[in-house]
């Protein structure tokens, strides 16, 4: 039981640059999500999600996009990379229901633009 | 919306000591839950305690405790007999029903335990 899961854990991009980070989960969570995590300002929600094929907008969006082909997994995509998308991004993933389920986090990918 | 405020950036506690890490929280709705998360220098979030709203006992998780004080809106995490190995950075978060059960994060506190 791997939990939550992210590919890559590390990447270094140019400006412009496109890329994809993935997460799995092997819980059968209905919920994922994607945050951010920059210095002094906590987890920010960029992007969730509440079932296979459904996406929504979190608290900072713009710049990425999501897509939840498949339960198990939630992909993070960034068109145009941008130096103020260096961060360390973590997918979390929970069961649907009542406020009390905790979210399970990956590990995180360090994601610098340069 | 909701909102966390984290307003101690960072604390010292000496190991063996209890350490409090203050967190309050605004909210318009009667039904949420609060969570404290704990983040190693290793990077991973890793989940310490929940207290539920409507909950009339404070949690408590081994040597982790949660004040909660409705009232004022705190949720204040007790560390007790603190250790070398509690240095970390401590997040307090809350979610609210409804519309994904996303999770509000405060700045967080990072603690250090002295010898």
């Known amino acids: 039981n791997a939990g939550v899961t992210q590919t890559p854990k590390f990447r270094v991009l140019k400006t412009g640059q496109s890329m994809t980070l993935l997460c799995a989960q092997d819980?059968?969570?209905?919920?994922m999500y994607w945050y951010r995590q920059d210095p002094g300002m906590g987890l920010r929600l960029i992007h969730y999600?509440?079932?296979?094929?459904?996406?929504a907008k979190g608290e900072v969006p713009d710049g990425y996009n999501v897509s939840r082909l498949k339960k198990q997994n939630f992909l993070l995509g960034l068109e145009s990379a941008a130096p103020s998308q260096t961060s360390v991004y973590f997918c979390?993933?929970?069961?649907?229901?009542?406020?009390?389920?905790?979210?399970?986090f990956g590990p995180g990918t360090r994601l610098t633009v340069t | 919306a909701q909102k966390i405020t984290q307003t101690q950036p960072g604390m010292f506690v000496q190991e063996k000591e209890a350490v409090t890490l203050d967190c309050t929280y605004d909210?318009?709705?009667?039904?949420?839950?609060l969570f404290w998360y704990k983040q190693p220098s290793s990077g991973e979030m890793i989940f310490l305690i929940y207290?539920?709203?409507?909950?009339?006992q404070n949690a408590t998780e081994g040597r982790y405790s949660l004040n909660f004080q409705k009232a004022r809106k705190s949720a204040n995490l007790v560390i007790s007999a603190s250790q070398l190995g509690d240095s970390a950075m401590y997040f307090c978060?809350?979610?609210?029903?409804?519309?994904?059960?996303?999770?509000?994060f405060g700045t967080g506190t990072q603690l250090k335990v002295e010898l």
């Open positions: 979390a993933s929970s069961y649907r229901g009542t406020v009390s389920y905790e979210q399970y």
């Open positions: 819980m059968n969570h209905e919920y």
């Open positions: 999600s509440v079932g296979e094929g459904t996406t």
């Open positions: 909210t318009s709705d009667q039904s949420y839950g």
């Open positions: 207290q539920g709203s409507y909950d009339e």
């Open positions: 978060a809350m979610k609210v029903t409804g519309g994904g059960n996303k999770l509000t």
